[in-house]
Structures are given as structure tokens and as C-alpha cells.
DNA sequence: CACCCAAACTTTTTT
DNA sequence: AGTTTGGGTG
């Protein structure tokens, strides 16, 4: 067939050159494509996500059925969206032709994780595993750790033991980069080398409870999806299933990831990888710049490397700039990124004297945007940690501004929605340990010690809740443990509604919450808001499994959430804005210490890894790109005596070459005598609210 | 044994 | 600044 007849018309004609070789890979057969490995190297910008929807609508045009194809993707919003765009490209087309059968989703379209967890489900049986398992996210998985600690005794030894989310992460880095512990403890945390037996112990503990309480943690989902594939049969069911697997940002996989990859697509046949080597910045959850990098030469003939150049996203004077980054480290797919626009103006270097003087210059200059027509929405301000735009944050409420904040703190993470879904989860499996052990301290009396022996007491009683109603607890709120047995008694009832059950559960909590929070209304808002997001769910089992795969971004008592359609200023994180873009963007805090991190010296890769990170942050800036560098700037670090400030030096990646790219200007009065502006404001302020008080 | 308080210690980014 | 541990009290 010649497909460029029949297909440079209609959705593929907005298609470049590049962009139509990589949708369109492979030979046509009849209802089907028969493609090679492909890798497709898509710079920040290039329309990657169109060109992958497109890809995929190919494929779907050409009559591959859509549950025959496989997407995986970093986040569920991208599988989402990726979704989405492919079936309304394909729909476009086919209803155009024949007015055919349309599809109207993807239905293999997620994270590896979320696909993981729902082959586990289907195959659980034929690797010894309970298909009711119940997946715990990271905060869990450190508690779980913490328990296992303080049985083992290690807490009470003279040096310190690692924390317990250092424990976990450092188990996690062995899973996913599939090292051992030594080498896992020698390269990235050599502080912790003399704990080495008493780690090794922990995790063999670890993976025993889980064992036990019927637990599968993230990596579990990727390691036993694994385990399936090693097994030759098992391999063959689920691979026979698909007859494309396509997978976004792979930069950013591990080792499990490309090994279950490799394992299911041995010979590289309908494999599509799309990726950027210079915007991996996921090492620190184990990713492998490697894995594309040495992507073509996995297979035998090597894969087809398509490579996506034309940037649609900003104006030249920023990806000169960004181009100037790049070339000064050194790596595999070598591009110069062109824009598509004309014109457009260069990047500011603009030196600030510290935090706060970079906040109030960033509220500055986003209102005169937004009085130039320029959205709030179409701003967002970059950071490298959570906590840099603390300062910000207070500037932007103090004036009024809307934002919403992606990364930092989530809503899952917060303590009493954890609470709540512990309940849940408890009732969902008596087993789980961890949960109940939370659980059981929310009771006024009840710590450690007796929460434990509750929990034998119910391990000795068959995991059966009415165990509970005989059972007294010597101290400790009579009303609210009788409450709880019988909560939990209703819950673990296989003919309970799922319709309500949060409801019951916050009943229960909210004493509690009112008890120990100051802020007690507002968090149990959340809680009914979460009770809002149960009610999408068609079980208890589902929406748990969905809420930790996929949890909600937002916090809820940011000072008025923003509804969808108001305007706002985004404030993200660097890595939670991949793939995003904004007409202005800012950087926060450009120095050394921070681009690069000070944790992050001494390792050449991880310089690297940094210097992406950067490259990722101005690459997401459509007109106006700023990168602020407080000259002196504010360190949590344990501060023995007085000033907490610390006089940041110049990034190390802002050298002569690439500063030719870049406008440098200052904010105020870098040399400070005097009391300044916004502290003035800060004084009235309080002299206003000591006035209101009489 | 639970709870409160003080002191010591702390590595960022997230599915 | 937030977490974790240890000591003292009821």
C-alpha cells in the first residue's frame, strides 16, 4: 500500500517531515503494521506527545485494535491525554472513510505501575501471589519499615540508625537498579556503610511482613510484573496480548522497567520508545540515561533512531540558550534545537539580594505581565525544592495573587487523610498491620505497646474484627474502641455498600481530628473531599488501588483552592513541570548548591543529571524566560549560631559561554544599609494588626 | 505504659 | 523547620 497517498492527507498533513517517518513507521499489512524497534528522540518541545498520539491513531487507522496496543506512560495524566489525542486523530479519519467502528479509548493506557498492578491482578494466581493484595505507597512502606526497626532493636544501639524513609528509599534503590545493598550503600549512601548487616536483616523482615500482610509496594509492582515475564509461558500470555507496546519518556525507566520491556519484546517487534536524553532527570528513582542511550543497539539488526529537532514551543534567543547548555555536556544524541517562531527576546540573568527581594520582584513582574495581557495562567514560577518558594508563597497570599502549587506536599501525604484511608484499608485487610497500628493510635490511652498487643490479639483470632467485641482495653477511650470494633466490623463486611463507607469512617474520625488539630474544619474538608472522589469509584478495592497509584495534586487548605476556570499562578517544582510549558516562566534560586544541588557534587553523573535539570526548567518557556539569583540566600541546614542566610556563589553551569546568551540585570539595592521596601511593609503590617487588636 | 517536652539530627526531586 | 529519640511524670 502506498500509505503516503493515502495518508499525508487528512490528520497527519499538520505533521513535519520527522514527525510523519516516526507516526508512520513500519510496513502496512492488512489490518495490521509490522514494525521494527523504533526509538524516537524528541527534543523539549517537539511536539512529542502529538507525533506519539499520532503514532498511535496510525496504528488504530490501519485497523490494529485498540486493545491490542499498549501505552505506557510516566503519569496518568499523560496516558490520559495520550489517550485521548490518538482515539480523536483516529476518530477524525475513520469516521471521515467508513464511519466505521470508532474506539473510544485506549484500554491498555497507564504508568507502569497502574499496568503492573492490573496484570498482577489477573495473573496473581499463577505466581503465588493473593489477587486481593493491597498496594502501599511509599509513606506506608517507611512505617512499615519503622515497625520492623524498633522490633529488631536497631533504634536502641549507640550510633543512630538510618531514618525510616532513608531506609526505605535505600531498599527501593535495590529493587529498581537491581544491585546489591554494598554497592547501593557504597555509591549513594555512604553514610550509611556501617549499617550494612543490620539493613540487609531489615529488608529481609520487610519483604516477610509484606509477604505476610498480603502487601505489594511500588516496586513490588514492577518486580514481580518481572518475575511473570521471566517465567517463559507467562510471558508469552501476557506479550501475545499486545501487538504494539509504546513507551513514553523512556529516559526516565529503571532497570526493571527495560528488563520487563526486553522480556516481552525479546526481538524488538512493535516496540516504540519515545524519549530525550537530555531531559532525564529521574535518577533518584533509579532511572538509567542508558537505557536510551544504548536503546538501538539492544536489538539485532539495531533499532531506527528518528530524531525530532523542530521546536514548536519557543522563541530562538531561549533554546540558543538552552542549546548552549547542552553542548557543554557531554552525551549521545547530539541536536540543536531550531525554533519555529520568529523574533522574541533574551533570557534574563537577574541578580536579587536575597529570598525576599526575589519574591517581591517576581510578584512585581507577573502583575505588569498580566496588566500586558498575559494570563496568570500562561506564568508559572520553577523551582528546584519544595521549599524554595516558601518566601514566594507568602508574598503571593499577602498581595492576593491566586497560584496553585504542584510538587512539595501532597494531599495523600498529609497526616489526616492518611488516617482516613488507614481505616479503610484496615477494614479492606485485616492483615495490614501498618494500618492498624495507625489506626489504633488515633485512640486517646493507646500507644505503641498496646496498639501492638491489640493487633496480636486479632492475629490470634483469625483476623476476624468481631474478636474485637470482647476484647477491653485496659486504658484508653472506652466509647471510641467500642466505636471503632464495630466500624471495622461493618467495613470487612464482603455485603457492606461501598457507598458510604467513607462517610462512616469520617464520623468516627472527626473527634479525633478535632481532638489534635487546631486546624480541625479545614482538614475535614479534605475529608470530604475525598469522600466527593469515592464516590467515581465503582468499589473499595479499586479506589484505593487508583488513589495511591494516581493521587491528587493539590493540597486542599491552600487559602481557597482556585476553582479550574479562575486564573492563577502556577508554582511547580521542575520535575513536576515535564512536558509542561508557560509564555513566562521564572527560575528560582539559580546558584551553586541548587543548580547544581550540594547533595548532588562530587558525582559527575549526578552534576550532569543537574545540569539537565536546568536545561529541562528554561526549555519550558514559550516568550520570556528569568533565572533569579539571590545573592544571598536562606539555608534550613542546622545554623549553630545567628544568621541562617548563607551568600550563594554563581552556578557553575552559567559559564562565559553561556552567559553570552543571557541579559544580566539587577533588583534593588544589592548592597543593603538601609531598611528596604518590602521589610518596611512587613513592619506596618504588623503595626496595623497590633492596632486591630483593642 | 502513654504523653509531654527538650535535645539532637537532618541530603532535593516522585510513580 | 520537621522528625526522631530519650527522659521525666502521672
Redo the contacts with the bound molecule.
Keep these: 500500500m502506498r500509505r503516503d497517498d493515502a495518508m499525508a492527507r487528512g490528520p497527519f498533513e499538520t505533521l513535519n517531515e520527522q514527525q510523519y517517518q516516526a507516526a508512520t513507521f513500519g510496513q502496512v499489512g492488512r489490518g495490521t503494521v509490522e514494525s521494527g524497534p523504533v526509538l524516537i528522540i524528541a527534543g523539549a518541545g517537539t511536539g512529542k506527545t502529538m507525533t506519539l498520539a499520532h503514532r498511535t491513531a496510525f496504528l488504530l487507522i490501519q485497523g490494529v485494535a485498540a486493545e491490542r496496543i499498549l501505552m505506557l506512560?510516566?503519569?496518568?495524566?499523560a496516558a490520559r491525554e495520550m489517550s485521548e489525542r490518538a482515539v480523536n486523530v483516529a476518530a477524525m479519519h475513520l469516521s471521515r472513510k467508513r464511519g466505521g467502528s470508532v474506539p473510544v479509548k485506549l484500554d491498555w493506557s497507564?504508568?507502569?505501575?497502574?499496568v503492573g498492578s492490573r496484570l498482577l491482578r489477573i495473573y496473581a494466581r499463577s505466581i503465588g501471589l493473593d489477587p486481593g493484595f493491597t498496594i502501599i505507597?511509599?509513606g506506608d512502606s517507611?512505617d512499615l519499615m519503622?515497625l520492623l526497626?524498633?522490633e529488631l532493636e536497631?533504634?536502641?544501639?549507640?550510633r543512630?540508625?538510618?531514618?525510616?524513609?532513608?531506609c526505605a528509599?535505600i531498599y527501593?534503590q535495590c529493587v529498581?537498579r537491581q544491585t546489591a545493598l554494598e554497592d547501593i550503600l557504597d555509591t549513594?549512601?555512604?553514610?550509611?556503610i556501617d549499617w550494612k548487616d543490620e539493613l540487609a536483616e531489615l529488608f529481609r523482615a520487610y519483604v516477610k511482613a509484606k509477604q505476610y500482610q498480603n502487601l505489594l509496594d511500588?516496586?513490588d509492582l514492577?518486580l514481580h510484573w518481572m518475575w511473570l515475564c521471566e517465567n517463559r509461558e507467562l510471558a508469552d500470555a501476557v506479550s501475545m496480548q499486545f501487538d504494539h507496546i509504546l513507551v513514553d519518556e523512556y529516559q526516565d525507566t529503571n532497570a526493571l522497567q527495560s528488563r520487563i520491556l526486553t522480556l516481552l519484546r525479546p526481538n524488538g517487534k512493535g516496540l516504540t520508545v519515545v524519549g530525550d536524553d537530555a531531559q532525564s532527570?529521574?535518577?533518584?528513582?533509579a532511572a538509567e540515561v542508558e537505557n536510551i542511550l544504548q536503546f538501538p543497539g539492544t536489538f539485532t539488526p539495531p533499532a531506527e533512531v528518528i530524531s525530532l529537532e523542530q521546536n514548536y514551543r519557543s522563541c530562538q534567543p531561549i533554546l540558543d540558550l538552552s542549546n548552549a547548555l547542552l553542548a557543554e555536556s557531554p552525551r549521545a544524541y547530539r541536536k540543536t534545537l531550531r525554533a519555529e517562531k520568529p523574533g522574541g527576546c533574551a533570557p534574563q540573568l537577574i541578580s536579587v539580594e536575597s529570598d525576599l527581594e526575589q519574591a517581591e520582584y517576581i510578584v512585581g513582574q507577573v502583575l505588569t505581565a498580566r496588566e500586558s495581557g498575559i494570563d496568570l495562567r500562561d506564568q508559572a514560577v520553577l523551582f528546584?525544592?519544595?521549599?524554595h518558594s516558601?518566601r514566594l508563597e507568602i508574598e503571593l497570599v499577602r498581595r492576593d495573587i491566586p497560584y496553585v502549587k504542584?510538587?512539595?506536599l501532597?494531599f495523600l501525604e498529609s497526616?489526616h487523610v492518611k488516617d482516613a484511608l488507614s481505616i479503610l484499608r484496615w477494614g479492606a485487610n485485616p492483615k495490614n498491620r501498618v494500618a492498624g497500628f495507625r489506626v489504633l493510635?488515633l485512640?486517646?490511652?493507646?500507644?505503641?505497646?498496646?496498639?501492638?498487643?491489640t493487633l496480636d490479639h486479632l492475629a490470634a483470632n483469625d483476623y476476624t474484627f468481631s474478636a474485637f467485641s470482647a476484647y477491653r482495653i485496659?486504658?484508653?477511650e472506652e466509647e471510641m474502641w467500642v466505636e471503632l470494633s464495630d466500624l471495622l466490623r461493618r467495613l470487612s463486611d464482603k455485603d457492606q455498600p461501598w457507598n458510604g463507607q467513607l462517610e462512616q469512617v469520617r464520623k468516627w474520625y472527626q473527634p479525633v481530628m478535632e481532638l489534635n488539630y487546631n486546624d480541625h474544619y479545614i482538614r475535614n474538608g479534605d475529608i470530604e473531599q475525598l469522600e466527593m472522589i469515592s464516590g467515581q469509584y465503582a468499589n473499595r478495592e479499586q479506589f484505593l488501588a487508583e488513589l495511591t497509584?494516581?493521587?491528587p495534586?493539590a493540597c486542599g487548605d491552600l487559602a481557597g483552592m482556585p476553582h479550574l476556570d479562575d486564573d492563577f499562578l502556577v508554582l511547580?517544582?521542575?520535575?513536576?513541570a515535564k512536558g509542561q510549558e508557560w509564555r513566562n516562566v521564572f527560575v528560582l534560586n539559580v546558584n551553586d548548591g541548587?543548580f547544581p544541588?550540594?547533595?548532588?557534587c562530587g558525582d559527575d553523573k549526578?552534576i550532569e543529571?543537574?545540569r539537565r535539570?536546568l536545561y529541562v526548567a528554561m526549555t519550558r518557556a514559550k516568550e520570556s524566560l528569568s533565572l533569579i539569583r539571590p545573592l544571598k540566600y536562606w539555608v534550613?541546614?542546622?545554623?549553630k549560631h545567628g544568621d541562617k542566610h548563607v551568600y550563594g556563589a554563581k552556578s557553575r553551569f552559567l559559564t562565559p559561554t553561556v552567559m553570552k546568551h543571557l541579559a544580566v540585570k539587577a533588583y534593588g539595592k544589592i548592597h543593603s544599609g538601609k531598611i528596604n521596601i518590602s521589610k518596611r511593609k512587613e513592619i506596618m503590617n504588623v503595626r496595623d494588626r497590633a492596632a486591630s487588636m483593642f
Excluded: M
Design positions: 506512560t510516566f503519569s496518568r495524566r497507564g504508568t507502569f505501575h497502574s505507597d511509599q517507611a519503622d526497626r524498633h536497631f533504634t536502641r544501639e549507640e543512630r540508625f538510618p531514618r525510616k524513609s532513608t528509599d527501593s529498581n549513594h549512601y555512604p553514610w550509611c511500588y516496586d514492577l532527570i529521574y535518577a533518584f528513582r528546584r525544592n519544595g521549599h516558601d504542584y510538587g512539595g501532597k497526616a493510635k485512640i486517646p490511652g493507646i500507644g505503641p505497646a498496646l496498639a501492638s498487643r485496659t486504658h484508653g497509584l494516581d493521587p495534586v511547580s517544582t521542575i520535575h513536576s541548587n544541588n550540594e547533595f548532588a549526578r543529571e543537574e535539570l534550613p541546614e542546622q545554623a
